[in-house]
């Protein structure tokens, strides 16, 4: 069998290695507590629940979507201009994905033909990169350093890279880092896609995961931002909804139009009863907001206390699920330290260098245990002698 040139460049994904190191662990008789995957266990309101089961049970559902209801185009319309200020034709401006992860993995498809160069953040969510890779695309990362609390230095990317670049991508906050930007820097950033002709997507799926008296709006919401680019939105972290995979493209009319002829000939839309789901959520009440971030806080609070109490000195997230941490400096890489914490603590992390060669030299953890788990894992750290 003669397989395609492309997938060369993928290697195994570094989730499916570190699954299979924990399997082994078990499989051992040990205990392993995962902060790796990002899946929320956080479940959905208890009405939206209840709506998505309703719809199940309606046999005239099983049918093909084909396109998304316009009762639901109407909803996130409504949506954007109720929590964003930003106004959304329906028709033109909005499309729902299969989750933001399946949108991200085709965009590219639609901008980028083969040799074409994207700019992706360094360290970044590895579809932010992959998405453009399987276009055929060349990568210019830019890089998110910590002198410059994360966000990306758009004067430091070179002219020529520029004038060549195509497409970037850019989000905030930030997976991994929980970086939040400046307004300053979205006005940078309209005003630099438009002198390099450069299409920007925006990926916004932790605008409500802030913490700490912060506030994050959306891309779409600056001047001129809709003539340059789209917003990716998803309802997983904010709704629970993550194994539903519901999340919009929005903005820009001419992307969200290829976007959409692009899923006509892949998809056959969203299940219908998901999209009441989505529907349903979206209508909630922000108390169902307010308790899903205080739920995260008691975890931060958990985790982020303890490990510091145990020696291993890491900052509280401004934002998002998940917590960026400095290795020791006695380990030489991120991946020898995520070994040494899973031998030595029964913790599992991801190594920073899966997210980018600026990501070496850290860990990510996600917040998706329990408050009483989180504590434990700064018990392990403080058993295990790393610290």
């Not at 670049?165 to 309209?190: C, G, Q, R």
Request: charged share 25%.
């Amino acid at each position: 069998m003669q397989f395609a040139n492309r997938m060369k460049q993928f290697g195994e994904g570094v989730f499916a290695r570190l699954a299979a190191m924990k399997k082994q662990k078990i499989a051992e008789g040990r205990e392993v507590i995962d902060l790796s995957i990002g899946a929320p266990n956080i479940p959905p309101p208890q009405h939206v629940m209840k709506i998505l089961a309703e719809e199940a049970m309606k046999p005239e559902n099983y049918v093909y979507a084909i396109t998304d209801t316009r009762e639901l185009l109407n909803e996130v319309s409504d949506w954007y201009k109720r929590r964003y200020s930003v106004d959304l034709d329906p028709e033109t401006e909005i499309c729902s994905l299969l989750g933001s992860q399946e949108g991200l993995s085709h965009i590219s498809l639609t901008l980028i033909d083969d040799g074409e160069l994207t700019l992706v953040p360094d360290p970044c969510y590895p579809v932010f990169a992959d998405g453009p890779r399987i276009a055929g695309s060349g990568l210019y990362y830019m890089p998110q350093k910590i002198e410059n609390d994360y966000v990306i230095k758009l004067s430091d990317i070179p002219a020529d890279i520029a004038h060549r670049a195509k497409f970037m991508v850019v989000s905030y906050p930030n997976n991994p880092t929980t970086a939040i930007a400046p307004e300053s820097f979205y006005e940078e950033l309209v005003a630099f896609a438009k002198k390099y002709d450069i299409i920007v997507l925006h990926d916004n799926a932790y605008s409500e995961l802030v913490f700490g008296g912060y506030h994050c709006g959306s891309f779409l919401e600056f001047k001129g931002a809709k003539e340059v680019g789209v917003e990716f939105n998803s309802l997983s972290k904010t709704y629970g909804l993550a194994g539903a995979r519901i999340g919009f493209c929005l903005g820009n009319r001419d992307v969200v139009s290829y976007i959409k002829t692009l899923k006509s000939n892949m998809d056959y839309g969203m299940f219908l009863p998901i999209q009441k789901a989505a529907i349903a959520a979206l209508r909630s009440p922000q108390s169902v907001i307010e308790t899903t971030r205080n739920a995260y806080i008691e975890k931060i609070d958990a985790l982020i206390d303890g490990l510091n109490e145990a020696g291993w000195k890491v900052d509280k997230p401004k934002a998002t699920m998940f917590v960026w941490a400095a290795i020791p400096k006695s380990f030489a890489s991120s991946e020898e330290f995520t070994l040494a914490l899973l031998d030595k603590a029964g913790v599992m992390v991801t190594p920073g260098s899966a997210f980018g060669p600026n990501g070496e030299g850290f860990v990510r953890m996600a917040l998706v245990q329990s408050p009483e788990n989180m504590r434990r894992v700064a018990e392990n750290v403080k058993a295990s002698g790393l610290f």
